[in-house]
């Protein structure tokens, strides 16, 4: 059997290491905050454990408390240490005592419905400047392009399409800075309603000149990647959602374009029909012409699984 990969996930105070078959079925998972493992595959608990070690944890050892004793007497784990400089895991629970359980639990979950627009690259642009206080202070009265910069422009476009988006009727749903991913790549909107599911990409160019033909997308005449990146996102949402609703959905790309101050000038679509380049003021009577072929009820199902941060992993 091929060894099991290990995802570390962290997020919103949240710290976990997920462990999963090579083919992305779940194992199990384990929380660098508290010490606290779940096994859904109880059988691969020997081979849960190993992939935990070979990561860099040092495995637990068995402990069987008095009854009555305060977790806090419990005796305590240290890592081994590695790069991922993980802290104390404070009061362990024992892997390789637990039980098979007999309902299937899931794993926990981060609801992403709570998630604003922009936020994820928001957080981004923080941490530079806080890493590096003068010097972003520096580039912003200078008005230098730094990738402190480049994170504060994006998040100010996505905020915009954000806001655009909650002129949606009720029957759509939409989610923003949706995590994908273990690399701390995310979606910038997911929006689902009666014309199907959809990824926005934001696009912020203030003061650029925008020239699309098919997949050519130029930005003051320097081609750049958007259209394939987009793409991509889209295929990796239809299939994550398919997986987990059961549903076979095409997810649809649109890239959404604020600014371009200097010029936006579409002279045409991609020609797959997958991805759609958009000014944003044009975004949401784009979406509201689409004739339904989702139900309500299928929106629904959709949008619970879609709000489901382990859906993105």
């Known amino acids: 059997m091929k060894p099991l990969d290990v995802v570390h996930w962290k997020r919103y105070g949240q710290d976990r290491l997920y462990v999963n078959m090579p083919s992305g079925e779940q194992v199990g998972w384990f929380d660098l905050n508290t010490g606290k493992a779940m096994l859904e595959r109880y059988e691969l608990h020997s081979e849960f454990e190993a992939a935990l070690i070979a990561f860099g944890v040092q495995p637990l050892q068995e402990h069987k408390p008095d009854p009555g004793t305060d977790c806090e007497d419990r005796p305590r784990t240290q890592p081994i240490t590695s790069n991922t400089q993980m802290t104390e895991i404070a009061c362990p629970q024992d892997i390789s005592s637990f039980a098979p359980q007999t309902t299937t639990q ?63 009727s009720d029957d759509w749903r939409v989610l923003h800075s949706v995590p994908v991913g273990s690399r701390g790549s995310d979606i910038d909107h997911v929006v689902i309603g009666p014309g199907g599911v959809f990824t926005i990409n934001t696009k912020h160019h203030p003061d650029a000149s ?80 689409h004739a339904p072929i989702l139900r309500a009820d299928q929106v629904a199902t959709i949008f619970e699984q879609a709000r489901r941060s382990t859906t993105w992993l």
């Open 106 to 168: 899931q794993l926990p979950w981060i609801d992403l419905a709570k998630n604003t627009a922009g936020e994820g690259i928001q957080e981004r642009a923080r941490e530079l400047r806080e890493a590096t206080p003068i010097r972003s202070f520096l580039a912003r009265l200078f008005d230098e392009h730094t990738d402190e910069r480049a994170f504060r422009v994006g998040a100010a476009g996505e905020m915009k399409i954000g806001q655009r988006l909650t002129t949606l």
């Open 210 to 289: 925008i020239w699309v033909y098919h997949d050519v997308f130029k930005v003051n005449q320097h081609n750049q990647r958007y259209v394939p990146n987009a793409r991509f996102e889209a295929r990796r949402a239809s299939n994550a959602l398919t997986k987990t609703t059961g549903i076979g959905l095409t997810v649809t790309a649109i890239i959404a374009v604020v600014g371009a101050h200097k010029g936006f000038n579409v002279k045409a679509q991609p020609a797959d029909g997958m991805v759609y380049v958009l000014g944003g003021k044009y975004l949401v009577p784009w979406l509201l012409r």
